[in-house]
C-alpha cells in the first residue's frame, strides 16, 4: 500500500511516519530530503523560502512510489498533487493546541499566524479532497496525543476522525476579517 502521510507544519507528520514505517516495515520517502537532493526548488528574489518546483516533484514522487509500491511518504505539499498513493492520511490538530506547537518550535509569528489559519480552514483537507479522488483521503485527529500503535490501527482499518474547527473560526471570525 503506497500511504501519504500530508497535513499542516506541526500535525505530527514526521512523528508518526516514522514510527508507522518501523511498524509495518515500510520504507519513508522523507520528501524534504528529497527535494533538497535533487534541488527541485528554484531561489526567486525577495522570496524568503525556496519555491518548489511541484511538477518535478510529483514525478519524483510518483516515481519513489513505483520503486517502492509498499511506502510511506510524508510531507505538507503532498496534498498539492497526486502523488499516486493508495490512501492519504491528512493530519489534524485543533487551532489553538497547533499554536502551541509552532511557538515551541520557534517559528516566526507570521508564519504560525498562516499555518493556525490554514489548519482551522481545512486547507490541506481541502486540497487533498481535490487532488486525490475515489474516497482515498482520512483525516486522523492528533489533537491529543496517540500511540502510534491507535494511528497505524486507524489507518490499515481506514478509520478516519471527524474533526470541526468551526468553534475555533467563529471565535477569530472578527480577528480573520480585519487581518
Ligand atoms: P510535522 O512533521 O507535521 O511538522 P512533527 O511530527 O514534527 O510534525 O510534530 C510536531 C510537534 O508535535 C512535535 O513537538 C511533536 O512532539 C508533537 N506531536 C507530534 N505528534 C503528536 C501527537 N499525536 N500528539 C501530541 N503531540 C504530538
Ligand atoms: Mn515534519
Known sequence: MRIVITGTPGTGKTSLSKTLAEQIHYPRLDVKK???QRKIY?????????????RALQRAVTEWFRNHPNGIAESHLLCEFDAGADI?????????????????????KDKIRSNVES??????????????????V???DTTRRMSAKTAAGKILNRQGDKVDWSAWLRKNAVRLAKS
Not at 42 to 54: D, Q, S, W, Y
Open 42 to 54: 528554484r531561489i526567486i528574489r525577495g522570496e524568503a523560502e525556496k519555491t518548489v518546483n511541484m
Open 119 to 136: 489548519e482551522a480552514l481545512d486547507y490541506c483537507l481541502v486540497r487533498a479532497e481535490d487532488n486525490y479522488r475515489d474516497g482515498r
Open 88 to 108: 492519504v492520511v491528512v493530519m489534524r490538530c485543533q487551532p489553538d493546541v497547533l499554536k502551541k506547537r509552532l511557538e515551541k518550535r520557534r517559528y516566526s
Open 34 to 36: 528529497l527535494v533538497e
Open 138 to 140: 482520512m483525516p486522523i
